[in-house]
């Protein structure tokens, strides 16, 4: 049974360029939540999808970045016109149904923009 | 909205002593939620408490939560270099699930 996939691991972007995170959550999960993690910091929480439908983007920046868990496919994390500060690991997690459930992580992508 | 404290941000321990990280909610929780990411690595979930005053163990690690649902320690017998990392609470309020910051253990051989 595969856990959550994540790809790619590690993305290098330069500035300006778009970046595409793509995340594969557990089979049977239809929940999948993205978060942003800087170095040797905490875990910074993003948005919150279901199938076709964001459920809390609260913690998403209010531009260049968007999320999208389609019908099918895997979820997309988009984040356009990339800028140093956007370095980071980027988890996905999923579960099979609401937030308050046990989470189960992917192994994330390292995202560096030159 | 919600907020999650967890202290310390980072501790450093000789093998052998013990260690504990206190996580502290805003508001009352529904449950609260433990995660351990080893360095270079992702999170991953250790435990779950639900009930006022509950206490768990995991061979070496002792989970509790607080009798008002407003806070929750780990504690961790005898360390080992096993237990590096950084463990991270999450707590559950109305569906709304936030992560403390964080605190990273260290472990001297």
């Known amino acids: ?114 | 909205g919600q907020q999650v404290m967890q202290i310390p941000q980072y501790q450093h321990v000789q093998e052998g002593e013990d260690f504990t990280t206190y996580c502290n909610s805003s508001t009352t929780l529904s449950n609260i939620q433990w995660y351990k990411q080893r360095p270079g690595g992702h999170p991953v979930f250790l435990i779950q408490l639900v009930k006022s005053g509950e206490v768990k163990k995991q061979k070496r690690l002792t989970f509790q939560f607080g009798e008002a649902k407003k806070n929750s320690s780990l504690h961790i017998t005898a360390t080992q270099t096993t237990d590096v990392g950084t463990y991270f609470c999450a707590g559950i309020d109305n569906n709304d699930m936030r992560f403390g910051a964080g605190t990273r253990l260290t472990v001297k051989p």
């Open chain 1, 1 to 114: 049974n595969a856990g959550v996939m994540q790809n790619p691991r590690h993305l290098v972007r330069r500035r300006g360029q778009e970046a595409r995170l793509r995340c594969s959550p557990m089979k049977g999960h239809s929940h999948v939540y993205w978060y942003r993690q800087l170095p040797e910091e905490g875990l910074k929480f993003m948005v919150y999808l279901q199938k076709e439908n964001i459920i809390d983007e609260s913690g998403m920046p209010k531009e260049r970045f968007s999320a999208e868990f389609p019908k099918e496919g895997p979820s997309i994390l988009r984040i356009q016109q990339v800028v140093r500060g956007d370095s980071a690991a980027y988890f996905c997690a999923s579960s099979p149904s609401t937030r308050g459930n046990e989470q189960f992580f992917g192994p994330g992508t390292r995202l560096t923009v030159l």
